[in-house]
């Protein structure tokens, strides 16, 4: 019944929404006030640059506003990304439901983050690369794949995952072609190059650049795993089990594009998330997942039969991403 109503937009799901979205924000702005979110760690010089400038380095209201422009803007990415492709025919109000779920799971990180401009870029990126699927010549599409890849690095340095996952995924959707992977990369690398080039023109040296890319590989970030830490990875790694095992029941249901679509999400999930393991990164990397895992778990929703199972896995989900919200304030 619950999952039914998900499903069929009823006005429950949008009173739900919009609930979740106030909650949401006054989440974001309480967590300014009592000091329980933490500055963006993972940005690259453009992005800190940026963020110096405008919001003099701090977390405050404005980044929080930003933040939640650009949880809106990769809400709408999805919608639209789901649009042109048909993955699942789940309607825009479970993309809401789903983002709005998944940006509560970790409260430090609910502000402005690098991850949040990355995810954008490679939404748009991942429209490019998918919409090369049967094209006889894909040069100019794969290209530009590789260039909105190559953006959202600029702003966020784990983007670079992106690389080994973007020629996987080429191999998923297109014939092994010796010549669109070489362009692939050229795209990938052209946003780099310009910015080191403008960077050079601006500063008259790289120096600055080289020592930032040396200590962020040298750099340990120090997770501590406390109770809260915990809760949420641990309501992260249950949802994730249980979506994995809906799927495999329905993934025969899928067109050749969702089934091949799925497989992207769901090596892009596991490359993203292992890198939160990495010394360099951290937790807030995790926000990089959110694009996939969206994905997923709205397939994985939409395409579950309606039984009490379903309705549970559906109420566990909401619960533990409130429920980790209640903790960390307590």
């Known amino acids: 019944m619950i999952l039914k109503q998900v499903k069929q937009n009823g006005i429950e799901v949008m009173v739900a929404i919009a609930v979740l979205a106030v909650g949401m924000a006054l989440s974001m702005f309480l967590g300014v006030t009592v000091r329980h979110i933490e500055l963006p760690h993972d940005g690259t010089p453009l992005f800190n640059t940026i963020y110096a400038h405008l919001f003099g380095g701090h977390v405050s209201v404005g980044t929080q506003l930003v ?43 609910n502000t402005l983050l690098p991850e949040q401009i990355a995810n954008i870029f490679i939404a748009l990126g991942l429209i490019k690369m998918i919409a090369s699927h049967g094209l006889d010549d894909a040069t100019y599409t794969v290209f530009d794949s590789g260039l909105f890849f190559g953006v959202a690095a600029l702003f966020c340095l784990p983007a670079f995952m992106m690389i080994p996952v973007g020629i996987l995924g080429l191999m998923v959707f297109r014939p092994f ?24 023109i601006v500063e008259g040296n790289v120096s600055d650049l080289a020592a930032y890319l040396g200590s962020r590989l040298q750099e340990v970030y120090h997770v501590e795993f406390g109770p809260r830490m915990v809760a949420s990875l641990a309501a992260h790694v249950v949802v994730v089990l249980l979506g994995s095992l809906a799927i495999t029941r329905e993934y025969p249901k899928f067109n050749l594009i969702g089934s091949q679509a799925y497989r992207l999400f769901f090596l892009m999930y596991v490359c993203m998330a292992g890198l939160c393991f990495a010394p360099m990164f951290g937790a807030q990397t995790l926000r990089l997942v959110f694009l996939p895992f969206a994905m997923m778990l709205v397939t994985v929703f939409h395409e579950m039969r309606d039984s009490l199972w379903a309705d549970i896995a559906v109420v566990f989900f909401v619960l533990c991403h409130v429920g980790v919200q209640v903790l960390w304030y307590m």
């Open 67 to 109: 933040s939640l422009i650009l949880l809106g803007l990769e809400i709408m990415m999805m919608i639209l990304l789901n649009s042109d492709f048909e993955f699942t025919r789940a309607k825009p109000s479970m993309f809401v439901l789903v983002g709005i779920l998944l940006s509560l799971a970790y409260v430090p990180n």
């Open 177 to 200: 072609r010796g010549n669109e992977f070489v362009v692939f990369l050229i795209g990938h690398i052209t946003p780099v190059l310009f910015y080191v080039a403008l960077y050079y």
